[in-house]
């Protein structure tokens, strides 16, 4: 600590004041059912007058909407419920090619857009994405990159 900081500190009239945190920049990305023109314009005024917005888009195919600014995600998604009446959250989905196991059960999702499943951070989800050490040693054992596991083949 300096001796700045050390003067600052012993001259500080905030005494008893918070101090804010400042909010970081994020992008929040929200699914929404959007059917029409009206439904889109509903939505996008419900959170563009919302303080710390900088920019919204939308994807009514996709039925996506992305925030960009200094917003809390809860906000934004209780805000949007709230103006438009709809079923808004979060949005469940991440690219195909994050997931190591894209057809299992409670990954694959019919209803998501193309090129998407359904997010897996419930560890009893993404179950096949790990095996265990008995599971993984008898999968090698008949393996042909080992040629000394089996003599039967």
């Not at 439904?39 to 007058?49: A, D, L, P, Q, T």
């Not at 190591?100 to 359904?118: C, E, L, Q, T």
Request: glycine content about 6%; some cysteine.
């Amino acid at each position: 600590m300096g001796v700045l900081d050390h003067v600052s500190e012993m001259f500080d009239c905030s005494h008893g004041h918070k101090i804010k945190k400042r909010r970081q920049l994020q992008t929040v990305e929200i699914k929404v059912k959007m059917d029409c023109e009206g439904c889109e314009r509903k939505v996008r005024r419900s959170v563009e007058g919302m303080k710390g917005v900088s920019s919204v888009s939308l994807e009514p195919k996709a039925h996506k909407v992305t925030v960009v600014g200094y917003v809390e995600p809860n906000k934004v998604v209780s805000r949007m419920a709230h103006r438009t009446g709809k079923k808004v959250e979060l949005w469940p989905y991440v690219p195909y090619d994050v997931v190591a196991h894209p057809y299992a059960s409670g990954v694959y999702d019919k209803k998501a857009p193309s090129g998407y499943v359904r997010r897996a951070d419930d560890p009893g989800v993404s179950q096949l994405a790990r095996a265990s050490s008995t599971e993984v040693r008898y999968t090698t054992a008949f393996s042909d990159e080992n040629p000394a596991a089996c003599v039967v083949m």
